[in-house]
């Protein structure tokens, strides 16, 4: 078997430097577009002083989670500053964003594609397996040699890792939609555009949103990889404790990595939930519930 | 066959407004070889078995008269609710003409067809199917907001149609805070909204308790009074059929066995399966318990235990001796007894309630006739449980229900 060699990677090689030779115009197109995105976004959330930032994530926090989560959301982003790594933290955050938002973007049509048709969800599904599978490290490399170091080649690789959830989950919400929501929709006259805005979409919203908050997680997990071809963030921070054999740099990167992960985890959950349990929302929902409640006590009577 | 085209309409005053003509359905790949093979005569088993088709409809051909009720109405399998949905073409006819005012349906193109749902056709369903999503006020407008009705339009005539059910309060409120005879009235209320001169209704009522069922009868009645629209009813309950149908169409594995009034069909039924509905000579083996077991008794639903003077106080208030313990998933636990339960809470312990189920009552399984059944509906004091191949409870046999399904073959 050792002197076997079918050359699959001579093969992946020609097809890099072919694409390398040919399409590079379109490459800079695309780099230049994902580059005014997510330097866009970086310059926006750094350009904002950190206490506004620490406000607007605390009242985020207060509305959708509850009182506790906001605290917390106080207490561990004032730990970040503190550890002096709220620049990387606020790079980390924008690529996050670009890539979810792209990931969304891409992600969420095709997996209203993959409902709709059989043919589509069985070429697709192999080639989200692929994405989710292949080594993120094997990304790097391609994404590298097409758009430079920097943080365009990590938003791509990092769009490429994290957009399976987003794809699946819109697929599978939207096929199980109860057939009776169809049929009604059906009945009423909508046109499949309609079926799809107003019954569909709306009833797999929830599904939707856990392929979102899950892309935004994985999205989280590759940027720090991607600090390897320069995207720099809180990536850089771990990876220059490693390089160094300096545990504490490494540590106070990974712990900040992970306070962002819980703020996102939990705040992006919240949205795909129907009603918050506690919080400001809950504060509102409790008066106008009450008011439409009442009713329906008297008519039982 | 020949049964099948036996329209026994008295005078027949109203202008045919739905027509069906040799409507066939078949599920599967190959309609056209088991259309052929239904004309031939073969059965059922056999075109299944041939073709892996099933035979949905086999040969429909009525007159449905503008302004009336007509039910549709046959056993669970018999085509029922596929024939309703081939009027509306949410399931595609094999084969056959539908015309709606004289225009053939089933030649229409896509956007006719999303026309006509709009303009003529609405349709109440079982479950209800509310969007979750919406308001009430939003559900009712649904058919006018797909069809392109301004908001200030469609809102102002949803409200109009939530009036004519008698939820005009609830327009802000969510679907999932309505009990179910409110949930249905919204369902009857995005169906009229529209203004619609065919109203297709899916089983409307059977998902409700039967005193809602009762009393949305009424209500459908009145408002046919009030403004008189054709209806189509799909049901698998004889005292509904009779109770509003002008006409009724009974259906058997997918054929059309007669279309009559209620008095037509009482009086010349065409064959043993509809005489069975009313005088079989012997409705015993015809029913199974499933189809006469009724949800008149007191459930009490079993989450961590049971609140037992909660209990007793359901019990006292629908005057009830018995009641039927049940899991959340209406999974069958057992039977109580109003004194059972009573010495249950005095004894105390674990999970009192337990001690109060009545060991010797045994469910009896819905899929069994009403003659072996018999026996132990006459031998029990009390109603027998019914429950289904997954021991879900599914209602009670009464002595007085048993036998006034059997006094049926006597009149």
Redesign the interface.
Known sequence: MQDLNLGIGEGADAVVNYVLDHFTPALDGIATGIGFVTDGIRAALTGVPAPAVIAAIALLALWRVGWKFAVFAVAALLLIGGMGLWERMMETLSLVLAATGIAILIGVPLGIAMARSNVVQMVARPVLDLMQTMPAFVYLIPAAMFFGLGAVPGTIATVIFAMPPVVRLTNLGIRQV?S??I?????????PM?LLL??QV??A?PSIMAGINQTIMLSLSMVVIASMIGAGGLGNTVLTGIQRLDVGTGFEGGLAVVVLAVLLDRITQSFGQKRAPSGLRALFARRSEGA??Q??VV??A | MDTANQTTGGDAPAPVKIALRNVFKVFGDRPDVAIRMVREGRGKEEIHAATGCTVGVNDASFDIHAGEIFVIMGLSGSGKSTLL?LI?R?IEPSSGEILVDGQDITKMSRREL??L??RD???V?Q?F?L???RSVLDNAA??L???GVSEGERHEKARAALQAVGLA??A???PD???GG?KQRVGLA?ALA?EPTVL?MDEAFSALDPLIRAEMQDELLRLQSEHSRTIIFVSHDLDEAMRIGDRIAIMQHGKVVQVGTPDEIVSSPANDYVRSFFRNVDVSQVFRAGDIARESQVTLIERRGLAIPAALERMRQHDRDVAIVVGRDKTYHGMVTADSLAKAARSGGEDPYRKALLSEVEPIAADETLSDVMGKVAESPHPVPVVDAERRYVGAISKSALLRTLDRSGN
């Open positions: 109860h009776e929501f049929e009604a929709g059906l009945a009423f006259g909508c046109t309609q107003k019954v709306p009833n919203l439409a409640q009713p329906a008519s039982k | 949905r509306n949410l999303i026309a749902r709009r056709m609405s349709m369903f479950s199917a969007l979750p999503n649904f058919g907001e797909v069809a309060a609830y802000e409120s969510r805070q309505l009990s409110m995005r529209s297709l």
